[in-house]
């Protein structure tokens, strides 16, 4: 297969994690780590770095992709900079920490982790289970512990941390909104650090395809950021027109199988 066969089909996969992002306001990471690691094993990557790759490149996918969502949410004042900034600091720590996590798994161990949280998250939208908020926002020594706790997960799932900072804001009585927008800012540190980290823990890989820049295939990153932005906008006028509910069922249903596979492969 061409680089350029290659590129186009990244460019494809971005505008389709780009639109489900946009449709179901969840980040593109969960959607790009699962099909990135199939990709990666029809060209022909080492099964033992193929999700390790998928992961490192979706984080980097995020570093982009999360500007474009800070400034929407910082337009309409729904980032909760009081919050975010006793964060970074452990977000920052826990994403190194990660990256480095994950790289000590095998290939075989990493994509079962990954498909067991798919599953959870399939689960939690399935049958819309949320935490009631239970707490004011702690103090920021409490908030840079659950930022590197977050960092810490997201980075090994390939993620920008939405599905696990919006639950804990919203638990510490943060209003929706700002609890959005506030992940989406807490998004970019952990991409930034994930994705460096994961150059750091790839370098010297013996496996490693052409064009890759430690964990991360650059044929893909470019692909995918090149149409995943434009098409999240296209998802996210398409979601209101069409059935949320329904669409969120769907979407569960998708999670379920795709981690299911993973368990069963």
């Not at 297969?1 to 489900?20: E, P």
């Not at 006793?86 to 075989?108: D, E, H, N, R, Y």
């Not at 295939?217 to 995943?228: E, N, V």
Request: glycine content about 14%.
């Amino acid at each position: 297969m061409s680089l350029l066969s290659v590129f186009l089909i990244y460019m494809v996969l971005g505008a389709f994690a780009g639109t489900l992002a946009g449709l179901f306001g969840i980040g593109g990471g969960l959607i790009i780590v699962p099909v990135l690691i199939f990709s990666f094993g029809t060209q022909g990557f080492s099964p033992e770095i193929a999700a390790h790759m998928a992961v490192g490149t979706s984080l980097a996918t995020i570093v982009f992709t999360s500007l474009s969502s800070i400034r929407s949410h910082q337009k309409h004042g729904a980032i909760r900079w009081d919050i975010f900034r006793p964060m970074v600091f452990g977000i920052v720590a826990g994403a190194l920490i990660g990256a480095w996590t994950a790289a000590l798994l095998s290939g075989a161990a990493l994509e079962l982790i990954i498909g067991v949280f798919v599953i959870l998250v399939g689960v939690k939208m399935l049958f819309d289970v949320n935490p009631s908020p239970g707490r004011n926002v702690p103090g920021g020594q409490s908030l840079g512990v659950a930022g590197s706790g977050i960092g810490w997960a997201s980075a090994i799932f390939g993620i920008g941390g939405g599905t696990l900072t919006v639950p804990y804001l919203s638990w510490c009585n943060v209003r929706m909104q700002q609890a959005v927008g506030t992940s989406a800012a807490c998004g970019l540190p952990i991409a930034i650090a994930g994705a460096l980290g994961n150059v750091w823990t790839g370098w010297y890989e013996p496996a490693l395809p052409e064009y890759s820049l430690g964990f991360i295939y650059l044929p893909a990153l470019i692909g995918i950021i090149l149409t995943s932005v434009l098409f999240a906008r296209v998802g996210a006028n398409l979601a209101h027109r069409l059935n949320a509910k329904v669409l969120k069922r769907v979407f569960a249903i998708l999670l379920l199988l795709v981690g299911l596979r993973f368990l069963l492969s």
